[in-house]
């Protein structure tokens, strides 16, 4: 009787999770853990779209990116680009206008926004999204109070990592993972939160895969929630 009960919940379950369009190991930009245990996320979304293809476009202004940033700017964005999600990452001209911009920083605009980096915790690159309001969404407070449409995104990169010994793969996924966030993805390696197994179900969006050095393209996974999220 016990087994039949929780096999039945197991069922109930997947069968509201695909009605939603959302799995139960989507990740969120945004969440939190409430003291519960359970989990609140913010569902954002990307709305530009080419009107021919219907697939999300990204139009990127790469002209602020310096050093090993800029060196692998076009393989990142060509990552995201060739893959099997409905998305389109293209480069800006003057006939395209961006609505994604990036940036080297100076040293002591890192410094400034995130602290003296220690060997323990290190930023190496970060995302801002911007809602159809235009207000910059940072935190979670700041996600629950937008218009949860995104028009427009920034995203900077450390200029100078300190105690991470940075690889071509590194700056590579660094930049696929951030371009993931643009999309409005989360981080997949949060053990609160549907943490996704390196192993079984690789991720860019999670750091444990990262660091792994294996892949540097977007996997399955991402894949997998940009059509969930987006309808495909």
Not at 100 to 115: C, D, I, M, P
Not at 139 to 156: E, H, M, N, P, V
Not at 176 to 200: I, M
């Amino acid at each position: 009787m016990q087994k039949k009960l929780v096999s039945l919940l197991f069922i109930l379950t997947m069968v509201f999770s695909f009605a939603l369009n959302v799995y139960a190991s989507d990740h969120e930009m945004y969440y939190k853990v409430n003291s519960s245990g359970s989990v609140s996320t913010v569902p954002l979304r990307w709305i530009n779209k080419n009107s021919s293809t219907g697939r999300l476009k990204v139009i990127i202004d790469p002209v602020y990116l310096s050093g090993n940033w800029s060196t692998n700017y076009d393989t990142a964005r060509s990552a995201w680009h060739s893959s099997a999600a409905p998305v389109e990452f293209t480069t800006s001209s003057s006939l395209t206008a961006p609505n994604v911009r990036l940036a080297t920083t100076t040293e002591s605009y890192w410094t400034n926004r995130f602290g003296p980096p220690s060997l323990t915790y290190e930023v190496i690159g970060v995302t801002d999204v911007v809602d159809t309001n235009g207000s910059v969404i940072t935190t979670y407070d700041s996600a629950a109070a937008s218009s949860k449409q995104i028009k427009l995104a920034s995203i900077y990169f450390n200029p100078k990592p300190v105690y991470m010994s940075m690889s071509k793969h590194d700056y590579i996924v660094t930049m696929t993972h951030e371009f993931g966030h643009v999309l409005c993805l989360g981080h997949s390696h949060d053990p609160k939160y549907n943490p996704a197994d390196p192993t079984t179900d690789p991720s860019i969006m999670s750091y444990t895969y990262m660091w792994m050095e294996k892949n540097y393209a977007p996997q399955n996974h991402e894949i997998g929630e940009v059509k969930r999220f987006y309808g495909y």
